[in-house]
């Protein structure tokens, strides 16, 4: 990977519109390599996000919490989490006062799961940036999320 405008042959009409277009070109770039890492144990980056989410909860939390937590927000997450239960990698109970509120947390087999997953892959890539530099990355990342 190297200059984006060469990578896409395109020109911009200003740095901010390359910027925000390189933002979204590397997003997709980084999902399929985290796509391509998860592949052999069938599971999505959103699906291997909420186990992310559910082991470090440490005891079981609503479904809307994991919702509000999730990096790639997504509206089909009650389906991502239906297929990570029929996998047993989660178990999902009803709360006894409120019938509308389920709650998940991650089983045995899902912790097992990623213990397995080895996502280093990433860090040949991210530690391309010094401290400093992803420092500022975030800093600049926030800030347009202001």
Do not use: H
């Amino acid at each position: 990977m190297g200059d984006f405008a060469k990578e896409i042959n395109s020109s911009f009409s200003s740095d901010r519109l390359k910027a925000l277009l390189n933002i979204k070109y590397t997003s997709n770039w980084l999902d399929q390599i985290g796509t391509e890492i998860l592949k052999p144990f069938n599971i999505s980056e959103q699906q291997y996000n909420i186990l992310r989410i559910l082991r470090g909860s440490q005891k079981e939390i609503s479904v809307n919490q994991v919702k509000q937590r999730m990096i790639q927000k997504s509206p089909n997450s009650t389906r991502l989490m239906d297929k990570l239960c029929e996998k047993k990698l989660i178990v999902r109970t009803r709360c006894e006062n409120d019938r509308r509120v389920v709650y998940v947390k991650i089983s045995d087999k899902g912790l097992k799961l990623l213990d397995t997953i080895d996502m280093s892959e990433f860090d040949k890539y991210i530690s391309r940036l010094s401290e400093t530099e992803a420092a500022k990355l975030n800093e600049l990342l926030d800030k347009i999320r202001g």
